[in-house]
């Protein structure tokens, strides 16, 4: 085969074959296929586009392509969930520690933030003595044990998809459902779970800016884990502002804390919930959503969600004691935003949010970046309140108080009001399944 000639296939429009995609992917990752070649077919896929079977054997060529996880023990059934990205996204903080907590393994390897959305690794980070790198052995015997880890990605996982995804950031191809879809799912699969549960969100705050977007990328992803044998639900929800109050690291912790004790906000539990839910589904604890959702909020009522959280933390070398009292790192300068006028509030647009948190010390502009883990913005008030003149809407925390300045500048039009109230909109969109899409 030549790597030209498969360019030009699908330049032309035409379906690569199964053994056509693994030569290229094998050729990339060894580095006979140079990045200028792998550029051109990228730009062919961006306007061509790929078949539900070419993105499928992409996905599964990538997930080959290095380390591999075995989740194999017996009478057990392991479910993913994975975030499409999102401003105050701390789901799995929230929902690895209920699901555990009602006999599903959870076994999830994460990553680090970067721009205006967080890392679930970065947060866990933020507990004092956490280690979020472990061996696989080590990984797995903790799964195995207490139900739960969550360690940050293997060098190794998915070699493929760092060097495609770096290439696509840099010619202009991100935007493409089919290398979207296989870069997320490939992953997934390398991961291990035989069960994938999808948070795709869409927003301002989100990579997908509409509900269309959204549901044609999860209609892929779903297509594409049924296809290689992998049960697969995607939950579409709204990022048009930040999920839960608190953006940063120790905030974010501090707010799955009050959700594993059932005083989350409202829209964080819901997501929770929903996304728990399907993933006890798909690991054979409940038989409908409904069902799960009530084992679920047992396990919180019950204290048992906040135990195993505990239970996770000390495994990991975290300092629960400092977590059970909320004794996180907080960062020392604090400025807030108060309302210009009455009114309600309609949207306090998330991506800003998220861009803002990042500037303040919580996020990374590039991958070299240090993070402040005590920096961060917390949400007074949400879409639907009402406020008045001169009330607090966002509190700032930052350790550089010259970075509080030039926020608090770039806040002040973040907030829309409105005199009329908000009508509701729900914070889940839609859920898909196999049985749905076909």
């Not at 967080?118 to 207490?146: C, H, W, Y």
């Not at 070699?159 to 991100?174: F, I, M, Q, S, W």
């Not at 003149?389 to 010259?402: A, I, M, P, R, W």
């Amino acid at each position: 085969m030549r790597m030209v000639e498969l360019i030009q296939k699908k330049r032309d429009g035409q379906a690569l074959s199964p053994e056509e995609i693994r030569f290229i992917i094998r050729g990339y990752v060894e580095e006979s296929i140079p990045d200028y070649q792998m550029s051109a077919l990228t730009m062919a896929i961006f306007y061509k586009g790929m078949t539900p079977e070419e993105t499928a054997e992409l996905t599964m060529a990538m997930a080959q392509s290095g380390d591999q996880v075995e989740l194999s023990f017996p009478g057990k059934t392991f479910v993913d969930k994975h975030s499409s990205g999102g401003v105050g996204d701390k789901t799995t903080l929230i929902i690895g520690p209920m699901v555990a907590a009602c006999g599903v393994p959870v076994a999830k390897m994460s990553g680090r933030g970067l721009g205006h959305t967080g890392g679930t690794i970065d947060k866990l980070s933020a507990i004092p003595g956490f280690k979020v790198e472990m061996e696989q052995a080590a990984f797995l015997e903790q799964v195995n044990r207490i139900g739960i880890s969550v360690i940050s990605q293997t060098g190794n996982l998915v070699p493929a998809d760092k060097k495609l995804y770096a290439l696509r950031d840099v010619t202009a191809t991100v935007d493409s459902i089919p290398l979207i879809a296989s870069s997320i799912m490939s992953k997934k699969i390398a991961s291990g779970a035989k069960g994938i549960v999808l948070d795709v969100k869409f927003g301002s705050g989100a990579f997908m800016g509409s509900l269309e977007e959204a549901e044609i990328l999860a209609k892929t992803m779903v297509n594409i884990g049924h296809s290689l044998g992998r049960e697969t639900v995607a939950v579409l929800s709204n990022m048009d502002e930040p999920l839960g109050r608190a953006v940063g690291n120790s905030i974010e912790v501090l707010e799955a804390v009050d959700a594993l004790q059932g005083k989350g906000p409202k829209d964080l539990m819901e997501v929770s919930f929903e996304l728990a839910s399907w993933m006890l589904v798909l690991g054979k604890k409940a038989k409908t959503r409904d069902e799960a959702r009530k084992i679920l909020e047992e396990a919180v009522e019950q204290g048992r969600a906040m135990e195993k959280f505990l239970e996770f933390v000390a495994a990991q070398g975290g300092d629960t004691e400092a977590v059970s009292r909320k004794k996180l790192q907080i960062a020392p300068y604090k400025a807030e935003i108060q309302a210009e006028k009455d009114g309600y509030i309609h949207r306090i647009d998330a991506r800003t949010i998220g861009v803002c948190a990042m500037n303040l010390g919580a996020g990374r502009e590039t991958k070299e970046s240090a993070i402040d883990l005590g920096a961060g913005i917390y949400l007074q008030k949400k879409s639907g309140d009402y406020v008045r003149k001169g009330e607090t809407v966002l509190e700032l925390y930052t350790s550089d108080l010259k970075k509080a300045g030039l926020v608090a500048e770039s806040l002040k039009d973040v907030v829309f009001l409105k005199d009329a109230p908000l009508l509701n909109k729900p914070i889940v969109a839609k859920v898909l399944d196999q049985c749905c899409i076909n």
